[in-house]
Structure formats: C-alpha cells, structure tokens
C-alpha cells in the first residue's frame, strides 16, 4: 500500500508518526490474518499538494478520483508511481466528519492515524462493510459500527477480524454449517488451524455465524448476516447479537444457552482454554427446507 502523505500547508502529524502506526498495522495484519496477509506500507513525505484545503465533498459519487488527483500527481512529480500499489491512502491534512472513506482500492484518511482507523479501511478496500450490532437478529435496530469485538466494527474491545470477516478475506478456510441437531467442537479463529474455527447455522432469514474467543473473555460470540442489508460494493455486514443471554455482556459463557425463537438453540457445554464444546439443537420453522 502507497500513502501518501498530501497538504495544503499545515503538517497535523509526522511522517515518522504515520510510519510508526503503519509499522504496527502491519504486525497486526500478519498476526489476525494467521500469517495469510503480508502488508507493506511505502509512506512519502508530506508533499505540497493542493493549493487550499481540498474539502471532504465529491466523496459520495463512488470515487474519490477527482478529490485526489492533485495529491496523485504529486506523488508522481515525487518519484512514486501510485499504479504499481496494490491500494493507495491519501491521508490529507485536514479534517472532515468521517475518519477515512474508501472507495475502491483507494482511501482518504481525514484524521491523525491509528491502526484501528488503516486496518478499518484497508478491510473496506477489501470488500468488507461494517460490523453492526443489535439486541435481535430481525427489526430491532442496528448500531453501525456497532461490533466492538472486530475492527471493521468500533474494534474498542478486540483488535481482530471477526470469523465472518476472516472467512471472507479467505484467512480462515470454509466453515463447517449445521446441517442437523447435534454437538459441535469449535477452536478459536485465532490461529491457523484444520478444525472449525466457526459453526455457521443456515435459517431462511439469515445466516448466523458462531466463533469461540479467549481472550479477553472465554465464550461466544454470535452474529447474523443478512444477505438482503448488503450494501454495495462491501459484502454484507455481520450482526453482532449484542447481551445475547445477559444484559451485562456481549458472549454467551459456559453452561449458558442462546437461543434464537423459532430457529435454534446453542448450549456452551465446555469451554477450554483450546477449545469450546456446544450443543446445537433446532427448533424447527425457520431451517431451510434444503441445504
Ligand atoms: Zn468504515
């Protein structure tokens, strides 16, 4: 990834400093894709870029191709060649009402970096939206971002992809869908492994989507995925059930049962510093009728 580092003036931050972020997104990457995504950043200097602040308009209309060309050209005039990256951040040196946007295999950054906000939309270049969460899997509402257990969410609580997500960048393999009543044996999404890393549940409003997490809590985490709230070019978010059994917490923990009325219910029955056990039973309507 080439950042380019374009002003009108003012330096909010350092070229050092975005580096030293980069460097650490970087690490970050190797570790939650399992080694599968080496990330490389080349950052420039800050370049004399735009004769005034560019603005943060003209973001809306599925490029940002206009609102960048300046700082392109100075990238070009400072010996980078933009074409030969893979993606390409535009981090401007001013500020707007969203941190980054991404369109594309191209990203404005309008604030100071973090590795939340260049793994966030490095995970949009990638076709990932955002993480959402809600109380019910149907017509209760949802908070977007509103998945503190993954970055594409607000990534407050677990700086890591969610299993949906990793599965999607092709981190994780193909997940194991349960297909009848019976116990499951799930081991983190954490590490390269052979074994399910997610139990994915098929109902005919939705996919759900179960991973096992230690740290920083042991239990699990329950999403849904509606195909329908896809909005494109990102693949459709991942819904985070949020206090799916108690209101004090977003996990189900061991001995304690999820259900979802009509479709299923999911027992932990152990869960392992390795690994979790659970029970998965129907409930009937709601399973396809074919799988
Ligand atoms: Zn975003």
Same mark, same amino acid.
């Given at each position: 990834?080439?950042?380019?580092?374009?002003?009108?003036?003012?330096?909010?931050?350092?070229?050092?400093?975005?580096?030293?972020?980069?460097?650490?997104?970087?690490?970050?990457?190797?570790?939650?894709?399992?080694?599968?995504?080496?990330?490389?950043?080349?950052?420039?200097?800050?370049?004399?870029?735009?004769?005034?602040?560019?603005?943060?308009?003209?973001?809306?209309?599925?490029?940002?191709?206009?609102?960048?060309?300046?700082?392109?050209?100075?990238?070009?005039?400072?010996?980078?060649?933009?074409?030969?990256?893979?993606?390409?951040?535009?981090?401007?040196?001013?500020?707007?009402?969203?941190?980054?946007?991404?369109?594309?295999?191209?990203?404005?950054?309008?604030?100071?970096?973090?590795?939340?906000?260049?793994?966030?939309?490095?995970?949009?270049?990638?076709?990932?939206?955002?993480?959402?969460?809600?109380?019910?899997?149907?017509?209760?509402?949802?908070?977007?971002?509103?998945?503190?257990?993954?970055?594409?969410?607000?990534?407050?609580?677990?700086?890591?992809?969610?299993?949906?997500?990793?599965?999607?960048?092709?981190?994780?393999?193909?997940?194991?869908?349960?297909?009848?009543?019976?116990?499951?044996?799930?081991?983190?999404?954490?590490?390269?492994?052979?074994?399910?890393?997610?139990?994915?549940?098929?109902?005919?409003?939705?996919?759900?989507?179960?991973?096992?997490?230690?740290?920083?809590?042991?239990?699990?985490?329950?999403?849904?995925? $509606?195909?329908?709230?896809?909005?494109?070019? /990102?693949? *459709? %978010? #991942?819904?985070?059930? +949020?206090?799916?059994? !108690? @209101?004090?917490? $977003?996990?189900?923990?061991?001995?304690?049962? /999820?259900? *979802? %009325? #009509?479709?299923?219910? +999911?027992?932990?029955? !152990? @869960?392992?510093?390795?690994?979790?056990?659970?029970?998965?039973?129907?409930?009937?309507?709601?399973?396809?009728?074919?799988?």
């Amino acid at each position: 990834m080439l950042a380019v580092l374009a002003t009108y003036g003012p330096i909010p931050y350092s070229a050092e400093e975005f580096a030293r972020v980069a460097r650490a997104s970087e690490k970050l990457v190797s570790t939650v894709s399992n080694g599968r995504l080496n990330l490389h950043f080349e950052i420039t200097p800050w370049l004399s870029a735009f004769p005034g602040a560019p603005g943060c308009g003209g973001v809306n209309n599925g490029s940002l191709d206009a609102l960048v060309a300046p700082a392109r050209s100075a990238a070009g005039i400072a010996g980078y060649n933009p074409d030969a990256f893979d993606q390409v951040m535009y981090a401007l040196a001013q500020r707007c009402g969203f941190h980054g946007v991404t369109w594309g295999q191209q990203v404005m950054l309008a604030r100071e970096p973090s590795v939340e906000l260049l793994l966030h939309e490095l995970g949009h270049t990638f076709g990932l939206g955002h993480a959402q969460g809600s109380t019910c899997a149907l017509r209760c509402g949802t908070e977007d971002p509103g998945d503190p257990y993954t970055i594409m969410g607000t990534g407050r609580s677990l700086m890591d992809f969610s299993a949906y997500e990793k599965f999607l960048l092709g981190w994780i393999g193909p997940q194991p869908h349960a297909s009848v009543s019976a116990n499951y044996t799930l081991v983190p999404p954490t590490a390269a492994s052979n074994r399910a890393q997610a139990l994915v549940i098929d109902t005919d409003v939705g996919q759900w989507w179960i991973e096992y997490r230690v740290r920083p809590f042991r239990g699990l985490l329950v999403r849904f995925i $509606d195909e329908t709230q896809a909005a494109a070019p /990102f693949a *459709a %978010p #991942g819904v985070l059930i +949020l206090h799916p059994v !108690r @209101a004090t917490r $977003d996990w189900v923990s061991v001995t304690e049962t /999820f259900r *979802a %009325p #009509g479709m299923f219910s +999911l027992r932990l029955t !152990r @869960a392992q510093p390795g690994r979790a056990s659970l029970r998965f039973q129907w409930l009937g309507a709601r399973r396809p009728v074919t799988r």
